[in-house]
């Protein structure tokens, strides 16, 4: 059965990019992917979908109250999706197709910024002319569970859904003040093969734009 969340994905791939996605139906001896991707009724790709839902500001989910009268908590974004792309690539893996995991994102403080952090291990800070700082935080998880298999997902695609026409996103970097930026729904590409970017450029992801790891495209 398809999920809301599934239908979001498809639905949008149609409306906006006339790229049709099938279900794939789901059996009890093996984990299978949510979709495959269609082209002239053949499937060149199979598709994961992953959430990632809001979680309320609970003390259970780690959130305390700062002196100021709101809710903070230590960043987990990229172990969040360090955690999806380890049980996407368990039913991504079957396949001989390239292989697409598309994040659907609802999470408020979250960006395809924490997908790159948890491929790579680092987040790099700063500016050209003031230099930068390199976040090694996440280097367990890029090193760990996802090291041999985040490669072999061809294409990622990130969608903030919450955030469709462009509306402004508050952010709250942890240790750091807050800021506001202007975020669309996207989608944003990540290719990490030459299959991968293929696939991308079924989207209309520009030609120059669309680049292979570690840099994005949005269109």
Not at 58 to 68: H, Q, V
Not at 80 to 107: C, H, M, S
Not at 176 to 198: H, I, K, L
């Amino acid at each position: 059965m398809e999920t809301p969340d599934e239908r979001y994905v498809r639905e949008l791939f149609a409306r906006r990019f006339t790229v049709e996605l099938r279900k794939i139906p789901e059996t009890t001896e093996e984990k299978t992917a949510d979709f495959e991707m269609l082209d002239q009724g053949q499937r060149v790709a199979v598709v994961e979908v992953k959430t990632l839902e809001r979680t309320p500001r609970t003390e259970a989910n780690g959130w305390r109250k700062d002196p100021g009268g709101g809710m903070t908590r230590k960043d987990n974004a990229p172990k969040r999706v360090g955690t999806w792309i380890d049980k996407a690539w368990k039913q991504l893996r079957q396949y001989a197709e390239p292989k697409v995991l598309v994040f659907v994102n609802d999470e408020t403080g979250i960006d395809v910024h924490d997908l790159e952090e948890a491929y790579h291990g680092v987040m790099p800070y700063g500016t050209e002319e003031l230099g930068y700082i390199y976040n090694s935080a996440s280097a367990s998880i890029a090193n760990g569970r996802i090291k041999d298999v985040k490669g072999k997902i061809d294409l990622y695609v990130w969608l903030d859904r919450k955030y469709d026409g462009g509306r402004l996103a508050q952010v709250f970097p942890t240790g750091q003040p807050s800021y506001t930026e202007t975020r669309t729904e996207g989608p944003t590409f990540r290719c990490t093969t030459d299959e991968g970017y293929g696939l991308a450029r079924n989207f209309g992801c520009p030609e120059l734009e669309c680049q292979r790891a570690p840099r994005s495209a949005e269109i």
